[in-house]
Structures are given as structure tokens and as C-alpha cells.
């Protein structure tokens, strides 16, 4: 079998993505592989495919229970033998899959980190054979990224054990430097093909909004999206109670995930959420790392974020079939104090110096002072994110809150001016909504306590809304004109192009004509990349998402393993008639067409 016939036999797929076939033939050949892509572009692939066409048996690394309890139902619904060993088993199980391991039963097998070192899984890997090892979310292994999963590090203690070495893949969606560099060296890859394919997800619309009720801009972003899955993140358990009970109390079908509920209660609300039984998660950060649902249609951040490494992540949870999805960052000013509060709080690393641990905290304050000017940033959205990555492009994608709103170009000297010369003349640092009121003329106790009333170019902007006076100050920060210090309490501070400002040069800033309209509906969608521009049946569809539903209960899987939504729609668009048209669509393999091809055939010609 060829890398293709197995990609078209198993998955359904007729061509490998960017980035794809060249991580898949290094590890063929032998040789170690380092994938970067962002979520939703198909690592999975790039070793499930060699694993298939190699001889032995392929081991994979990965984190979370959820993410292995997902691939391994993908793996064996589209016909390939795989099993997890993971602390989710009983010991009875987890021998039982040992023997079956042994006696060569499975070609994939999905291992947790902390299980490597354990005697009775070394020596298992010492009587088979083992073609490669591939490492997911192989950022876990360093201290620099978010998920640090200190038994990552056993990984090369664990292939110390074998008799030989296989080759090694390894896989994440984080970009950073210092994360590649872990990777490359904590994981002592082989002379790597080495694969960072872009960053951009095209079908991904990014929008900010900064309401005064976000409860209520909320609700206004799911009128349009009645039938429709999202997940909302919060950044407290506090919040995620709330937000989910308002929407529960409306009539909406939410569930909620946070650290504070039993792992049963987690365990079944998001199974809930996979199996479409519940269709809006309302989760902290804990959720969602290797949740591969793939047809999530909008992620709402109900709080900014730490940083866009976080938002990114989390938001690229939208629209993993390719098709148009929202990504709405609601934002407000508590979000940045909540954050710089859990970062203020933040645990050191068990094993860190001082040193280090204050190194990590720093970096943690300039992230999320990066995701602040995301925040406040009239420039392409999508543009901002790519290059904080590192991607330089166009700065216009058409296709973001910023891209769609009409701006024009105000002059805002006088205002900078005002506001730059009420901070050099303050006698103290103060924060930047403490310099904001100043320049209006607020009487908040905060200012008359200061004496800010006495400062000369108190209640100077009287006639200028606080928020465009905040979105000034903010426009200055990203511009270099001021500084926003580290630290508990950040303050604004000079920098050496402040002067030049007083001197006279100009600053001209892009002023929103109108309020972005709230998260455009969906008539826009069409604009976007994927199948919705062509017209088709929608109740077509409905009757195939019901018959996926029924067959996802009866083999106890989440319907989106059965087929995503977007090989649904293809069927729309093809209407297929026999065998052979039904191959034609995208996820539809032999394996998947053996299973349940004829039924959907039949669903089809019933219309
Ligand atoms: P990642 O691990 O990079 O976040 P996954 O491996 O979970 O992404 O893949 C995301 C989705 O893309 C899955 O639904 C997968 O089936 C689909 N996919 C992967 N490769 C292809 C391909 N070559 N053609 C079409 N869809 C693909
Ligand atoms: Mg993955």
C-alpha cells in the first residue's frame, strides 16, 4: 500500500496538506520528523499514515486522556487496530491491553508520559517491535511553553530501554523559539526534517469587541447561532458558573468545565458536548486541549486571555473542519487585572530557582501585555497574531473585526500631547485609566485622594470619551510613545519618542467610523474559504446529521468521528448516487464507506 492508497483507504482524504507528505516521508525513510503546524491542520496524520505503512508497531506520546480516547475511536472507526494505555483503564484492562500490545493485536497504541518508566510497560516495548515513536504536544516536554509535563522528560529514559531506537516524530501547535529548541534537543532528534507550515487559519473570522454588558453582547452573538456548537471560555470557575447558568436559565443547551467539579461531573459534561448532546461548553482553560471536535462553529472568549499563545490555542478550537467559524474576544478592563492576579500567584515550577522563576513571571507580563494590544490594536487582527508568531504577510485579511470595520484616520496630537504632559507632570507613576480620568476631569475619590485635580492638564480632554481617551493612551504604548511597566500595579511611563511628540510630530490614529457591527452573522460566511458559498440543501443536511447522531449512539462514539460536518455537506453538494461518488467525498474512505456508506446513500436518495 502507498502513502496515498492509505491516506484515500482509511481516512478518505485524496490529498495530504501543506506541511503533510514531507513529515510523512521523512519518518517512512527513517529519518525524525519535527512538525510545528497550528491546531487543526492534521498532525495526526503525518504519523498515523507511517505508522500504517511501517512494519512494527507505532508508539504514541500524548498528554491527556481525552485527546487519546478521541484518536483511538477515529483510528477504530476508520478500521486501523489502536489502544490506550492510560490511568482511565483498570489494572485489568490495562494488562489486558498489554497482552494484546504484545501479541501484536494493534498498530497504534496511545501511551500517557507517566506510564513509560513503569516495568510492565518497558518490558512489553522490549518484546515487540517498535517502528517509531511520535511525540503529541511535544511542548509538553519544556518549561517555556504552558503545558509543562515534567514526566515528558522520561521520554529519552524510555528509549534508553529499547534494544534499538526508532525513529521519532515529534508534534505541536507552539511556536515559540525556546519551545522548538526544548523540543529539539530535550528530545535529541536525529537530524530532523523539520516542518513550521504557516500559522494563518484562513477559515477562522477573529473579532474584538469591548461592550459595556458582555453578558449581553453575548447573547447577541448566539441570536444568529441557534443551531449552531461554540465553546465560551472564562477566565474564573466564578464565571463559568455564572455565564453558563444565565444562558441555562435562557434556555440555552450549555454545560459547563472547570477545575472545581469531580472528574466524573468533567467527564460527562464534556462528553456531553462531544456527542452533541449539549451544544455550548462554558469552560476555563482546563478544557480543551485535544478536543478534536471538529465542528465547533465559534469560540467566544468571555475574558481575554494570558497571552495569544492561550488565545490562539483556544481559539483555533473553532472551525477544525475547515468550514467559516467565529472566533469573538469579548474584552474589558478587569480582564487584564484578573490576569496580572493569577500571574502575580503563580506557582514556580517544582526545581526552579529564584531566578528563573522571576524570568517566567516576567515573560508572563510582557504576553499578556502583547494580548492587550490585541485587544486595542485597529490593525489587522489576523496580521497581529501571525506575526507574533513570527509571520510577516499582508497586513489586510479581509476577514476580521478590524479588516471589516470602516476606519478613518483622525488627527490625535492634541490629545497624545495632553496626555503625555499630564503623565511627565504627575509626581508620582500612575496607571493608565488613573491617567485617562485625570485628563477628564473625573472627581473619583482615586484622583482627589492623589491630588491628580491639581495636576495642570486635569479635566484638559473633558469633552473626549473616556474610551477613546484609554484607547489613545494604549495606541501610544503599542506605538513605543509611552511604556507600560512590569509588575503588580502597571504604570505608564516615558519613553525617548515621547519627547518627540511634544516637539511636535504628529500622531495620527485609526478611529473606528461606526462600533464594529457585533460579530457579523452569517451572511458573511459565504466570503469565507469551505463549502458554504455553494447553495444546498440545509434540511438535506438535517436528515444526515440525525442519522449521523443515530449511528454515533449506537457505536457510542461522538458523531463527529462517524464524519465531520463538512463531509456532510459534501454529500449536499454531490448528492452521490453510488459506491464510487460516495468515495469521491472528502472523509470517505473505504473503510468508512463499508461501514456506512449504504445508508447514507439511501438517506440520500430519500431527500
Ligand atoms: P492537529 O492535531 O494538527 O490539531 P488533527 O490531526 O486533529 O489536527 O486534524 C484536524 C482535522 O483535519 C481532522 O478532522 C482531520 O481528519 C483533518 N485532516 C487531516 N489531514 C487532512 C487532509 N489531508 N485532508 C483533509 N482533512 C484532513
Ligand atoms: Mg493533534
Not at 466524573?264 to 485535544?290: C, P, S, W
Not at 440543501?537 to 440525525?546: H, M, N, T, V, Y
Request: proline content about 4%.
Amino acid at each position: 500500500m502507498t502513502k496515498y492508497e492509505a491516506l484515500k483507504k482509511y481516512f478518505g482524504y485524496s490529498s495530504f496538506r501543506t506541511g503533510q507528505e514531507t513529515l510523512v516521508d521523512a519518518l517512512l525513510s527513517g529519518r525524525d520528523a519535527m512538525g510545528i503546524m497550528p491546531t487543526g491542520a492534521g498532525k495526526s496524520l503525518c504519523y498515523q499514515i507511517p505508522a500504517l505503512l511501517l512494519p512494527g508497531i507505532t508508539i504514541v506520546i500524548s498528554p491527556l486522556i481525552s485527546l487519546m480516547k478521541d484518536q483511538v475511536a477515529t483510528l477504530n472507526q476508520a478500521g486501523i487496530h489502536a489502544a490506550y494505555l492510560n490511568s482511565s483503564l483498570t489494572s485489568g484492562q490495562y494488562k489486558t491491553a498489554l497482552q494484546n500490545l504484545i501479541r501484536g493485536q494493534y498498530k497504534i497504541v496511545y501511551v500517557a508520559p507517566e506510564r513509560l518508566l513503569t516495568d510492565s510497560f518497558i518490558d512489553a516495548a522490549r518484546r515487540i517491535d517498535i517502528s517509531m515513536i511520535s511525540v503529541d504536544e511535544a511542548h509538553c516536554i519544556s518549561q517555556w511553553g504552558q503545558d509543562f509535563r515534567p514526566s515528558y522528560l522520561h521520554i529519552p529514559d524510555f528509549l534508553d530501554h529499547l534494544a534499538h531506537r526508532p525513529v521519532i516524530g515529534a508534534f505541536t501547535a507552539t511556536a515559540t523559539r525556546e519551545v522548538r529548541e526544548d523540543i529539539l534537543s530535550l528530545l535529541a532528534l536525529q537530524n530532523p526534517v523539520h516542518i513550521v507550515t504557516g500559522f494563518d487559519r484562513k477559515n477562522l473570522r477573529f473579532t474584538v469587541q469591548q461592550p459595556a454588558s458582555k453578558l449581553k453582547a453575548m447573547f447577541e452573538i448566539l441570536r444568529s447561532r441557534t443551531d449552531e456548537c461554540g465553546i465560551i471560555y472564562c477566565l474564573t470557575r466564578k464565571t463559568v458558573e455564572e455565564v453558563c447558568e444565565e444562558l441555562i436559565r435562557k434556555g440555552y443547551s450549555a454545560t459547563r468545565y472547570h477545575a472545581g467539579l469531580s472528574d466524573t461531573e468533567r467527564q460527562h459534561n464534556q462528553d456531553d458536548f462531544l456527542y452533541d448532546r449539549k451544544q455550548i461548553m462554558v469552560a476555563t482553560n482546563a478544557f480543551g486541549m485535544g478536543i478534536d471536535k471538529s465542528n465547533v462553529r465559534y469560540v467566544i472568549h468571555y475574558n481575554m486571555p494570558k497571552n495569544i499563545e492561550s488565545y490562539y490555542q483556544e481559539a483555533g478550537r473553532a472551525g477544525r473542519d475547515g468550514l467559516p467559524s467565529d472566533c469573538i474576544l469579548l474584552y474589558s478592563g478587569q480582564d487584564v487585572v484578573t490576569n496580572q492576579f493569577f500571574i502575580d500567584r503563580m506557582e514556580p515550577l517544582p526545581d526552579t530557582d529564584e531566578e528563573t522563576a522571576s524570568a517566567i513571571r516576567a515573560r508572563e507580563q510582557e504576553r499578556l501585555k502583547q494580548m492587550t494590544f490585541y485587544c486595542f490594536t485597529n490593525d489587522c487582527l489576523r496580521a497581529y497574531i501571525l506575526r507574533y508568531f513570527g509571520e510577516y504577510g499582508e497586513g489586510y485579511c479581509g476577514n476580521c473585526s478590524n479588516c471589516l470595520t470602516q476606519f478613518e484616520e483622525k488627527d490625535m496630537t492634541e490629545i497624545a500631547n495632553k496626555l503625555i504632559s499630564c503623565i511627565k507632570s504627575s509626581r508620582r507613576e500612575y496607571g493608565l485609566v488613573t491617567i485617562a480620568d485625570t485628563v477628564h476631569g473625573s472627581q473619583n475619590t482615586k484622583i482627589l485622594r492623589a491630588h491628580l485635580d491639581d495636576n495642570p492638564y486635569y479635566g484638559s480632554c473633558k469633552d473626549i470619551p473616556i474610551h477613546l481617551l484609554r484607547q489613545v493612551l494604549n495606541s501610544l504604548a503599542i506605538h513605543g510613545y509611552l511604556k507600560i511597566s512590569d509588575g503588580e500595579y502597571p504604570v505608564l511611563q516615558l519613553t525617548d519618542t515621547s519627547q518627540k511628540l511634544l516637539k511636535g510630530e504628529p500622531f495620527p490614529m485609526k478611529i473606528a467610523k461606526e462600533r464594529p457591527k457585533p460579530a457579523t452573522g452569517k451572511s458573511s460566511k459565504s466570503e469565507a474559504s469551505g463549502n458554504s458559498s455553494v447553495c444546498y440543501d440545509r434540511s438535506l443536511f438535517e436528515k444526515l446529521r440525525i442519522l449521523r447522531l443515530e449511528i454515533a449512539r449506537q457505536e457510542k462514539v461522538p458523531p463527529y468521528i462517524v464524519f465531520s460536518d463538512k463531509t456532510l455537506t459534501q454529500m449536499c453538494i454531490l448528492l452521490p448516487k453510488t459506491k464510487e461518488e460516495m468515495l469521491c467525498v472528502s472523509g470517505i474512505g473505504e473503510m468508512k464507506y463499508a461501514k456506512y456508506g449504504e445508508r447514507f446513500l439511501s438517506a440520500i436518495q430519500r431527500g
